[in-house]
């Protein structure tokens, strides 16, 4: 075994440099609480990979309120609702009426720029491009937990912590070391096909779309960007798919008798995401926690990933801290229950939306107009459009 060339203390180690990992370290720092963030992928590679888009009330509000981003106010764009198109029409569900709350496109590029900057201002200890790493003595009993890694250049480091949290998205090595646990799947028998495309905006706000030809998201990045999915087999690969063949999807998907069209531009990004629903439960053992798609994932239809990241880590700082700094250790017994209330309910929000709007491989004839009844309810619904309204926006966080 490489000898250890340098072993740091600290209070909480934290496998994972994503939203998860830096908005936890970013709300310690701001309690008072020292943190060592790991991440095997280099700081370039996260900040150009495209992810999530929008960002729940309660989710700008911590990114601002905390002081990590202002830019998400100057730069993100406020929406007040979303439509729903089938049948060729679309309906708007106008979440200010509603609830009376908006939702943010902020790309989650973004989320970790700032994040990033708000924690190499306040001189985080923030490692990159580090590989190898493995968590040790994390159960109950431990008063030594540590996590070990090479550095870039292949030398062997060593972070000792009173609590560590995998925070290492959803190939965690973190959540095989909670024992036992039980794991929660659905598996769905489509994917996205997702594409950025050089193209003005086609439409203010985001566009559902239930077509006859399956699913498709309209969703903008930039005035001169914009970011578009639509339902695909898990198998496609994307070099197969020229920008033709990829816009021939896209505009039958939304068009209707009102002639409603994108506008067309080069592709420039295109991969096939395919997805699932994954909970793992419980997402603490002894002195490890989980946070965001280590501990669980979601379809990416309501938005919800990202958010419920930032959801899991406002509840763990505060546990965190009541344990830390006041030592109430019956604090963390309280992260699971919490944590997994929301959970919960973004998984079966995620999953409505999904089911609603895809075309499932084996649906019959009668499945479809079912599903097109359902939709019509929906938006012919005050009740409808405002359960649609609060979940996409977010439910108010009680603490
Ligand atoms: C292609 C794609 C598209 C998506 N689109 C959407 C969307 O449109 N809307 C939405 O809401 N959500 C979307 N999501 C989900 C959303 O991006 C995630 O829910 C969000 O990133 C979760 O944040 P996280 O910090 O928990 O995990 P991540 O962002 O995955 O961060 C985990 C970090 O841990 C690091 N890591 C992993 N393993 C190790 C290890 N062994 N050692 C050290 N570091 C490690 C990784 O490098 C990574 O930086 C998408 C996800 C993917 C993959």
Redesign the pocket.
């Known amino acids: 075994m490489t000898t250890v060339t340098s072993s740091t203390r600290t209070q909480v180690a934290i496998?994972?440099?994503?939203?998860?990992?830096?908005m936890l370290s970013h709300l310690l720092h701001v309690a008072g609480i020292e943190s060592v963030v790991?991440?095997?992928?280099t700081y370039d590679?996260?900040a150009t990979?495209?992810?999530?888009?929008?960002l729940e009330r309660d989710s700008v509000r911590l990114l601002v309120d905390s002081g990590a981003s202002d830019r998400v106010l100057t730069d993100g764009h406020e929406h007040q609702g979303i439509d729903l198109r089938f049948g060729g029409e679309s309906h708007r569900i106008d979440f200010q009426k509603y609830v009376g709350a908006s939702c943010w496109l902020y790309p989650?590029t973004e989320v970790?720029i700032d994040l990033h900057a708000a924690r190499t201002r306040d001189a985080g200890d923030l490692r990159y491009g580090?590989?190898g790493?493995e968590v040790h003595e994390v159960g109950a009993s431990s008063t030594g937990p540590r996590v070990t890694?090479l550095d870039p250049e292949g030398a062997r480091h060593e972070v000792t912590a009173e609590l560590v949290v995998g925070?290492?998205?959803?190939?965690?090595?973190c959540r095989d070391l909670v024992e036992p646990r039980t794991q929660y799947f659905r598996e769905y028998p489509f994917a996205w096909f997702?594409v950025l495309v050089e193209a003005p905006t086609s439409a203010p706000e985001l566009i559902y779309t239930r077509g006859e030809q399956g699913f498709a998201l309209i969703?903008q990045r930039t005035a001169d960007v914009q970011r578009m999915y639509f339902q695909c087999d898990p198998s496609e690969n994307p070099a197969d798919w020229s920008d033709d063949r990829i816009w021939e999807q896209l505009q039958g998907r939304v068009a209707g008798p009102d002639g409603f069209r994108l506008n067309e531009g080069p592709v420039i990004d295109k991969?096939v995401?395919p997805f699932r629903s994954f909970v793992q439960t419980p997402m603490r053992h002894g002195r490890l926690l989980l946070?965001?798609?280590?501990a669980h994932?979601?379809p990416?239809t309501?938005?919800?990933?990202?958010?419920?990241?930032l959801a899991?880590v406002r509840v763990l700082a505060e546990v965190i801290e009541r344990t830390v700094s006041k030592g109430e250790a019956e604090a963390l017994d309280t992260y699971t229950d919490r944590a997994l209330a929301r959970v919960w309910k973004a998984q079966h929000f995620s999953y409505w939306m999904t089911t609603m709007l895809h075309q499932l491989p084996e649906s019959t004839p009668f499945d479809e107009r079912r599903q097109l009844g359902e939709l019509a309810t929906l938006v012919a619904s005050e009740a409808g459009k405002t359960y649609l309204a609060e979940g996409y926006t977010g439910w108010p966080d009680r603490g």
């Open positions: 496998v994972g440099g994503g939203p998860a990992g830096l790991l991440d095997h992928r590679e996260i990979t495209h992810r999530a888009g929008i989650q970790f580090i590989s790493a890694y925070a290492d998205g959803s190939r965690s090595i997702g969703s991969s995401l946070a965001g798609d280590a994932t979601v990416p309501g938005a919800k990933g990202l958010n419920l990241a899991d």
